[in-house]
């Protein structure tokens, strides 16, 4: 939320879309938990903020979901959106994995985020790559689910509601 936050505030992003995949092929599925059960906790970490939406669109797609065909989607439903990728580091590194990486590339702004531990000079250089100078947030998902999983406390790591929610679920548990 942090990072969705800073980029529709420091960049000429004018809404965040936070797609919820119901299956990304280069994640294992069971780790993860229900769909609609995560599309709920992207809604309550968004909360009232007008300018991030969450987003299901991805559920009533084919499985696995593969990023070019939900930005294909998407811009055939709304064709007078322009839409763009927020991805850290990580995930550039290994765009040569996925499915028509060179068609998201050459068509889509992506504004790159630094992760620690890696380092996506190989794609950083693409012209529609913007790199950003967002706070550096070593906290990822995994690392939340994990932390759930053993027990931990996720208070100030994640927004009140959705801290609330979890404590009160055996969601990840």
């Not at 996720?154 to 959705?162: K, R, T």
Request: without cysteine; charged residues 25%.
């Amino acid at each position: 939320m942090i990072i969705a936050n800073h980029m529709v505030q420091y960049s000429d992003l004018d809404q965040i879309w936070m797609v919820v995949s119901p299956h990304n092929p280069l994640k294992n599925k069971a780790s993860l938990a229900k769909d609609s059960d995560r599309y709920h906790l992207v809604q309550l970490a968004i909360g009232n903020n007008t300018k991030i939406k969450a987003s299901n669109v991805e559920f009533s797609m084919p499985l696995p979901s593969y990023t070019i065909d939900t930005l294909t989607f998407l811009n055939e439903k709304y064709p007078k959106h322009i839409f763009a990728l927020i991805m850290g580091g990580d995930n550039l590194e290994n765009i040569d994995k996925w499915k028509n990486y060179q068609q998201i590339l050459d068509n889509y702004d992506i504004y790159l985020y630094k992760r620690t531990g890696h380092n996506p000079d190989k794609f950083s250089d693409y012209p529609r790559v913007k790199k950003m100078d967002v706070p550096l947030l070593d906290i990822s998902a995994t690392f939340i689910r994990q932390a759930l999983h053993e027990g931990k406390s996720v208070q100030y790591l994640v927004p009140d509601a959705v801290h609330d929610y979890l404590e009160n679920s055996v969601m990840y548990r």
